[in-house]
């Protein structure tokens, strides 16, 4: 950790100085001395920024003229940034604002006392918010903007375990009932109730971000920071300086996704991000950093990354304290003691705090020698003063070309005393007894008597009271309340069936990857009058991998400041081009901060008002399991917008092994409600997929977003079947592509296959009529997850239902008709088709690709997985002798013929 630099002890004047005896140490002290008086001079005529100006000169010329290097510090001291000095006056009335802030200290923390009443074990947090009220409170008093005067707004990322604090507002503010309050974490109670957390899906008129999971609230403020400037400049959305504000724990910094983008925030100058970190230097077990100081450490990170710093340590008690502290002696103490032992003066007494903070020089014990224990101990600090925290604010909002951070220092659990206050156990706290609510209704002068306490009533005054009509009116001075969550776009136009016409009908024989039709596919949709504007491509550094190159000069990459060089590729057709108005966002390698830009794009139909359609394209392996709790994150936060696994298939990728190959997105797909799936074969289907998709999401406004896997192999895309059918197939999950021409066989099956697959069923089902006799139809099924939710949505109502006419699932409507035995074969995990086993009429063989890839060519991959057209061969006959239409000789026969060594290892466990 760096160590706080502190000034050289010295005497008060270099009068006095000059009176000591002449030795070196005298003369070197003399000198000091004299050129601090000058500074003081500079300073006091010229002001700070003269002052700095000055001290950079000075250190450049020592530079030149000796080569003297001064070593790097990255922090400043133990003190405020803002001196008193440069402090904004508050504008409000200190006393309202206590007494509100009171208010929602209480019932914030009697919304989880209850509730823990109500139903043991119910959990909430008190904690979190006691230390954060005033971080919040000056905010919605001051600075939150629900709507500037130009119309735009704040967006504002709660941090998730202060909910409570912001439901107690609301409920004062008349916008949520007591009764939602009482059901708090009880959202099925009859009315409904509160979510623990910010939950969009859940309470979809409150919640604009889910900020629960830690680390990925920091990551996303910052995208969608820079979205909105994304926005500005491709002429999307008018510049207004509108902010974006997150609210953060000392903990969660140490998530590696909070600070792994914040050089993204300073290269970008987004001077419309501020962060609050509140640092009460706990997390949930204990000290952030008990020997160490976290507001030191975050403060060298994040101005060695390019931020506007702001730390709020002391609070207004303190001004004289360290006004007086001419030499550096205090804040120099302040600076020696470690977090851990900073918690222990906060649940201590004032004499304590005395002996071993100030303990250690009699020149500090004199500096408080005219205050109190009582007093020493009630020193606040600069997070629970208003006046600090508003200073820091003003200055956040004004800074121009850099984001802002500013430290707060605070204590966890702050009003909690005994039941709490700064102690590890805060964090979990969750009750109060009778005595403990007594103390901390004094403490926060709620006017409830010590009778009314039992059970921690909520207190709301009357709408006419002082101070519920001071905070409306701070509130309609703001522009309305905040949080609020409402849709803020209108519906689309359709698409017109022309921009997909030319994949339905086929390649011809010729070659192309379903990455390739995808690419064409976007390329014309970027040139659509309607939507075109609206697409987003995003992908983190893979845009030649997909064959996107050509669209770096067709819609150009998206860069604040334009080109500032000539591109080494000038000269070809498709070089290189960033522009200002550029509308990819070529992420680099990024999928956390690609599905982050994912979200904002996907979000901004209610955030911004604007129906932007993302299309972020990966490597199918670096997507739900890198990335899948942000892409949850998404689904609750209702994002719209197509997610493309790209490079998809455990054998469809060849060459490259067991960390690129997936062969389990689509499993991994499974658990995310709102999300379709589809694996797609051909052209049309992602054709028909995508044309519905817009539909749906941006025409009917629903809240769904969709997966699809692409491949690399070129393979010949055939024409869409004809067939009333088939476009609701393709959407359902499956459809009977290519039914058997082999009327007259005995010997039945129905082959499923999916993706690239697909074209070694096709193969398959050659050879089972050509040499085995056997008559095979070949289904494409495009989604086995659709299938799945389908075939449970109608077992549960059946379930529900009895004596009625059951509903069949559309996979047995589908098989229902048929004859012979049932293969399925994809590149990914039996799983999938096994989950549809129950719906089926006749046992299902299901090839997929369970274990470890391999570095091989995709022939010899196949083989290896087994799932290529020998084997769906083989599986077949299997199938048929298992049914004993055929005996297994022939089975014998054909392993023989098929050149398939029966003895090879299983790949799903080698
Ligand atoms: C990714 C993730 N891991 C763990 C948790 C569980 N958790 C909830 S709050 C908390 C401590 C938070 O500490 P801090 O960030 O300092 O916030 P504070 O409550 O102190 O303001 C933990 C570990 C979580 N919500 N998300
Ligand atoms: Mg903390």
New binding site residues.
Partial sequence: MAQTPVLEELPQSSQALRNNDRNNDGLEVLETREWLDSLDYVLSHGGPERAGRLIQQLSLHARRAAGVNLPFTATTPYQNTISVRQQAPFPGSQDMERRIKSLVRWNAMAMVVRANKEENGIGG?I??YA??ANLYEVAFNHFFRARTETGDRDIVYF????APGMYARAFLEGRLPKEKLENFRRELKPGGGLSSYPHPWLMPDFWEFPT?????RPLQSIYHARFIKYLENRGLKSSTGGKVWAF??????D?PESLGSITLASRERLDNLIWVI?C?L????GP?RGNGKIIQELEAIFRGAGWNVIKVIWGSDWDSLIQNDRDGLLVRRLGEITDGQYQKFFVESGAYFRQNLFGSDPRLLRMVEHLSDEQLSRLRLGGHDPIKVHAAYKAAVEQTGTPTLVLAKTI?GYGLGEAGEGKNIT?QQKKLNDDELKMFRSRFGIPLSDEELHGAPFYRPPDDSPEIRYMQERRKQLGGYMPERKIRSKPIKQVPESQFEEFYKGTEGREVSTTMVFVRMLAKLLRDPEVGKLIVPIIPDEARTFGMEALFRQVGIYSSVGQLYEPVDMDTLLYYKEAKDGQILEEGITEAGSISSFIAAGTAYSNHGINTIPFFIYYSMFGFQRIG?LIWAAADMRARGFLLGGTAGRTTLAGEGLQHQDGHSHVLALPVPNLLAYDPAFAFEIAVIIQDGIRRMYVNGESIFYYLTVGNEPLPMPAMPDGADVRSGILKGMYLFKPSQKKDAKLRAQLFGSGAIMFEVLKAQEILESKYGVSADVWSVTSYKELYRDGNDCERWNMLHPGEKPKVPYVAQQIQGTEGVLVAASDYMKVLPESLAQWMPRPLVSLGTDGFGRSEGRAALRDFFEVDAKHIVLATLHALAREKRIESKVVNQAIKELGINPEKANPAVS
């Fill in positions: 947090h904690s979190t230390s954060a941090q998730g375990h202060a629960v999971s830690m680390g990925l953060l724990g000392d903990g969660e910094m998530e509140n009460n706990q997390r949930l077990d952030v966890k964090h709790d």
